[in-house]
């Protein structure tokens, strides 16, 4: 077996005192692993970043055994957040998630084509709120549809019109920018209300029942806003 292909570094971890063992999730072979040897060489590791497109040629004697990459550096895309941790943890948070939400080797162009939005939405102002929007994006194209709307009830609280779900735990607040994606958050408890809900979305429904541990990664992210200066 043996294919050529363009595809983003969700994860990487020694192998050996010269190699990685890489998950890549690519446009034509979805997501998969492999060697690289002298992954952890100055050249080569510089290419290995995660978040960063790579072209990768991949090779394995059958489709059971363990594959190998050479890759080669398509675009550069985490080191232009070196100077911005809030971003590079959102990189991080982001890969970690379609790696553990994600089946090896099935293709799936609509999340190939979610890790590319991912990069455009970075350059948004409100890029955070677009963050979480984007989490629900792929929860949805993985098939589980986060369907706010329709767990929403309105209410007035003080003149203003807010959105709560209701349930057996006691009643949430659903904070309106996921409601109305052209309003945007009020403060940073709001903004970290949204990543609550989805969060407890995404370990009751799929991580729990399929006994995935929630990803360091995220929660990572998260602290690291509560030093957010908000505007």
């Known amino acids: 077996m043996n294919w050529y292909d363009s595809g983003f570094l969700l994860s990487k971890s020694k192998y050996s005192e010269n ?3 890489c998950e890549i999730f690519t446009k034509d072979h979805g997501k998969k692993s492999g060697i690289v040897f002298g992954g952890t060489s100055k050249k080569i590791r510089n290419y290995l ?4 497109r790579i072209y990768v040629n991949f090779s394995a004697k059958t489709d059971s055994s363990i594959g190998y990459f050479k890759v080669e550096i398509e675009k550069a895309l985490s080191p232009r957040y070196f100077d911005d941790n809030h971003k590079l943890l959102s990189i991080t948070s982001a890969m970690q998630l379609i790696r553990i939400l994600t089946a090896d080797s099935q293709k799936n162009n609509d ?3 979610l890790i590319e939005k991912f990069y455009e939405l970075l350059r948004s102002k409100y890029w955070v709120k677009e963050y979480i929007i984007w989490e629900l994006e792929l929860l949805k ?3 589980y549809d986060f369907e706010i709307k329709k767990i929403a009830k309105k209410e007035v609280l003080d003149q203003k019109i807010i959105y709560v779900t209701i349930s057996k735990d006691g009643k949430k607040v659903i904070p309106n920018y996921l409601i109305d994606k052209s309003q945007n958050p009020s403060n940073l408890n709001n903004l970290l209300d949204g990543f609550n809900l989805v969060g407890e979305y995404l370990s009751k429904i ?3 029942p399929n006994n995935l541990s929630f990803p360091i ?3 990572n992210f998260i602290n690291s806003l509560k030093s ?3 505007h």
């Not at 970043?49 to 960063?52: A, D, E, P, S, V």
């Open 111 to 113: 999340i190939f084509l």
């Open 49 to 52: 970043q995660i978040g960063n």
């Open 217 to 219: 990664s995220r929660l």
């Open 19 to 21: 190699s990685l063992i």
């Open 228 to 230: 957010l200066k908000f």
């Open 141 to 143: 194209i993985l098939g």
């Open 206 to 208: 799929i991580l729990k």
